[in-house]
């Protein structure tokens, strides 16, 4: 728990109000997927549940981005006053500690922020106010509750696994990331020089390298255009395809489609120096997974809490390593195939049912 004065909730009142804050919103990254299936939840249990924010066109874009409905019992208020006269506030920090005045209380970590002063006297005076801390992964609690001096909650990120399923395959390479350095490097660009390397390695043996496609898909909603006017340049004449913010049912197809997902966020990082510039999980890793796709991704952050490599997918430790293993997903007769069945299956550890209950109980 993330503190000791736990409030349990009393799910038989009816018409609970619960405040939600997320800094972030605009940005329809993973951790606001993850606060609106928060949200979602609470609506589901029974709140009618505010969300502060400067307007309500960001449920539209939160909807089209996700492909998720969102109730009617959730709308936007322009101020949620931390919580005051709500039963639960949900409040996603941007690595401080706000004043909260709801019944319940709980502070979101998605970022493992460090070196930010977090156990001043007056944070563990506002801490006393919070009833959980939770975090998105077990790697964001090591940092958190080393920084901030509590024992916080891991709430793994809700996967509609249901919504994605294999569709017939074709040789196509799928990342799916923020086209954004802002916080946390996704290296598409490290993706970008190793697929050409992939496409132009020759051998004794024609291993049909050249029938496959990379395709990059994201969001450019904040901090992007120097990022993908690079790209672009870099792409050259090769099978590489830049998809800018996808709805979802594009997601979805390509999800369908694609053999293997790359990933190179966190690329380069000394993670224990930089722990934010690291995947703190890696949302779309687990909904390509649920699809059938095979992950060769980054060996750090939260992403070892997914993969176990060479069970259900693999992790990369330099360009090499990431050239070689995706060499021999497409060689190697069978092994794509049992890897993703493996996938698929492992997928389903972070579904949406195990989010719910894991709420109810720390309600």
Request: net charge positive.
């Amino acid at each position: 728990m993330g503190n000791a004065n736990s409030t349990k909730i009393n799910f038989k009142k009816n018409k609970m109000k619960a405040a939600i804050y997320n800094p972030y919103l605009d940005t329809l990254g993973g951790g606001e997927r993850y606060t609106i299936e928060f949200c979602r939840v609470l609506s589901e249990i029974g709140y009618n549940v505010d969300i502060e924010w400067k307007n309500g066109e960001i449920l539209k874009k939160i909807s089209n981005r996700f492909g998720v409905k969102v109730p009617q019992n959730i709308k936007v208020v322009e101020d949620i006053k931390k919580g005051k006269d709500y039963d639960i506030c949900f409040w996603v920090s941007d690595g401080s500690i706000p004043t909260l005045n709801a019944r319940k209380n709980i502070l979101h970590f998605q970022v493992p922020f460090k070196n930010v002063n977090g156990s001043s006297l007056l944070n563990k005076m506002k801490l006393f106010r919070i009833n959980d801390v939770i975090c998105n992964s077990r790697f964001t609690k090591s940092v958190i509750d080393k920084e901030y001096g509590v024992d916080s909650i891991v709430l793994y990120p809700p996967i509609e696994t249901r919504l994605f399923n294999p569709k017939r395959k074709e040789n196509i390479i799928l990342y799916v990331g923020r086209f954004s350095s802002l916080l946390q490097s996704k290296g598409q660009d490290v993706l970008v020089n190793t697929f050409k390397k992939l496409y132009d390695f020759k051998s004794s043996k024609d291993y049909g390298n050249k029938s496959w496609k990379l395709v990059l898909a994201g969001g450019v909603e904040v901090g992007s255009s120097e990022l993908l006017y690079k790209l672009k340049l870099m792409v050259d004449n090769y099978p590489i395809e830049i998809v800018e913010s996808p709805k979802f049912k594009e997601l979805q197809a390509l999800y369908g489609k694609a053999k293997i997902f790359w990933s190179a966020s966190g690329f380069g990082v000394d993670q224990n120096k930089n722990p934010e510039k690291v995947e703190h999980f890696g949302m779309t890793v687990v909904e390509a997974m649920s699809a059938g796709v095979v992950p060769v991704i980054t060996s750090n952050g939260g992403h070892l809490e997914i993969v176990s490599s060479g069970k259900n997918g693999y992790l990369w430790h330099n360009e090499q390593d990431l050239l070689d293993l995706t060499t021999k997903l497409i060689n190697e007769k069978g092994l794509l195939s049992k890897l993703s069945k493996s996938a698929k299956i492992s997928s389903q550890n972070f579904g949406k049912e195990v989010f719910k209950k894991n709420i109810e109980e720390i309600l």
